[in-house]
T-cell receptor
Framework: QKEVEQDPGPLSVPEGAIVSLNCTYS??????FMWYRQYSRKGPELLMYTYSSGNKEDGRFTAQVDKSSKYISLFIRDSQPSDSATYLCANGGATNKLIFGTGTLLAVQP | DTGVSQDPRHKITKRGQNVTFRCDPISEHNRLYWYRQTLGQGPEFLTYFQNEAQLEKSRLLSDRFSAERPKGSFSTLEIQRTEQGDSAMYLCASSFPRGGGSEQFFGPGTRLTVL
């Protein structure tokens, strides 16, 4: 079992849709959770960072963590074609070494 | 631009050659990380530094790989006797720890192709 599991997609949605991206993790010792966006052939860009259960909102993005079920989600409201990218979830512990999922490829169709 | 920078952005080399990559972190960040990413996969941790001290190395980091951060600022990653399996994107990230954890900010990566 991988430490962080993520559906690779691809996920295709129409412009304006609400997108839901999900990951599960196995190591309870890793208490920090992040979502990155990565455009093709670019470095990952940090979108959301959280360390507690519950929701964290930033503009059109909401990160949700459920530590009891080891489940993390990213919701994108009013999706735009410019949101088309690979979304990576990651979690980390005290050493800050991040464990990443494989990434979900998202395509937002205009 | 005050983000993480990496040089070169692309490197093509022949099998058996040595290559060296450089990473300049965000100036006030004292932690620096190296990751490797292959097509269709998420980044995989290689090693990290706090200031000039290398504090953790992954088992992925074979003895052909060496990383340094001599003055606690920029870092270099050298791969000796490159193999085709070393072809990947090499990513550098930096952070400034706060509390028990912190955000890591990534550079644009160095794409290595070994022929």
């Amino acid at each position: 079992q991988k430490e962080v599991e993520q559906d690779p997609g691809p996920l295709s949605v129409p412009e304006g849709a609400i997108v839901s991206l999900n990951c599960t993790y196995s190591n309870s010792a890793f208490q920090y959770f992040m979502w990155y966006r990565q455009y093709s052939r670019k470095g990952p860009e940090l979108l959301m960072y959280t360390y507690s259960s519950g929701n964290k909102e930033d503009g059109r993005f909401t990160a949700q963590v459920d530590k009891s079920s080891k489940y993390i989600s990213l919701f994108i409201r009013d999706s735009q074609p410019s949101d088309s990218a690979t979304y990576l979830c990651a979690n980390g512990g005290a050493t800050n070494k991040l464990i990443f999922g494989t990434g979900t490829l998202l395509a937002v169709q205009p | 631009d005050t983000g993480v920078s990496q040089d070169p952005r692309h490197k093509i080399t022949k099998r058996g050659q040595n290559v060296t990559f450089r990473c300049d972190p965000i100036s006030e960040h004292n932690r620096l990380y190296w990751y490797r990413q292959t097509l269709g996969q998420g980044p995989e941790f290689l090693t990290y530094f706090q200031n000039e001290a290398q504090l953790e190395k992954s088992r992925l980091l074979s003895d052909r790989f060496s990383a340094e951060r001599p003055k606690g600022s920029f870092s270099t990653l050298e791969i000796q006797r490159t193999e085709q399996g070393d072809s990947a994107m090499y990513l550098c990230a930096s952070s400034f720890p706060r509390g028990g954890g912190s955000e890591q900010f990534f550079g644009p990566g160095t794409r290595l192709t070994v022929l």
